[in-house]
């Protein structure tokens, strides 16, 4: 099974400042890896397959990058709604296709 | 539109049998998986297993495999999770969720189902 590492576990950072969150995988994934937000009470969304291609209708301050073994998450400048927990999956090897245990961005 | 709609809050008691349910619309039920995520109160996501209603293939986590059972009913368009007996450790939000035609990862997700199990 593929282990996903996400660091940090939780991020504080000021509405309009940049926030990097970092995946990890226990080995290659190659590009498959998907971002989620999750805010809370609510089902989680997709933001980003294939490592860095924005799902439908998610704005362009979040962008994804890496491959293989490191991913990063790029939110540019963060909005009010964008205070959430972020998740991120491999979708490489199965079953079962992983989730890292997520991300808290909070208000700092 | 794509909806998955997830039946109600279950409350249950320990040994009890439970069956969710997560009925798509606005899509080919038959041709896309369908899987189901775990989330424990506080904590992340686990990814349960996952069925092809158009055959019934189905796939299990390992941690999940034996202790639940994943189902569909194309007639209806509708997928399942079943517990022959619950535990207190099954308390938890459970999502269903429907994987992108060609690649896995969760285009579109239910509202959850919130199940509580308590003597």
């Known amino acids: 099974e593929i282990v996903m590492t996400q660091s940090p576990a939780t991020l504080s950072v000021s509405p309009g400042e940049r926030a990097t969150l970092s995946c990890r995988a226990s080995q290659s994934i190659s590009s498959n890896l998907a971002w989620y937000q999750q805010k809370f009470g609510q089902a989680p969304r997709l933001l980003i397959y294939g490592a860095s291609t924005r799902a439908t209708g998610i704005p362009v301050r979040f962008s994804g990058s890496g491959s293989g073994t490191e991913f990063t998450l790029t939110i540019s400048s963060l909005q009010s709604e964008d205070f959430a927990v972020y998740y991120c999956q491999q979708y490489s090897s199965w079953p079962p296709y992983t989730f890292g245990q997520g991300t808290k961005v909070e208000i700092k | 539109d794509v909806q998955l709609v997830q039946s109600g809050t279950e409350v249950k008691k320990p040994g009890e049998s439970l069956t969710i349910s997560c009925k798509g619309s606005?899509?080919?039920?038959?041709?896309?998986?369908i899987g189901w995520v775990r989330q424990m109160p506080g904590k992340g996501l686990e990814w349960m297993g996952i069925i092809y209603p158009g055959d019934s293939d189905t796939r299990y986590s390992p941690s999940f495999q034996g202790q639940v059972t994943i189902s569909a009913d194309k007639s209806i368009s509708t997928a399942y999770v079943q517990w022959s007996s619950l535990k207190a450790s099954d308390t938890a939000m459970y999502y269903c969720?429907?994987?992108?035609?060609?690649?896995?990862?969760?285009?579109?997700w239910g509202q959850g189902t919130l199940v509580t199990v308590s003597s």
């Open positions: 606005g899509y080919s039920f038959t041709n896309y998986w």
């Open positions: 969720a429907r994987r992108a035609i060609s690649t896995p990862y969760f285009e579109y």
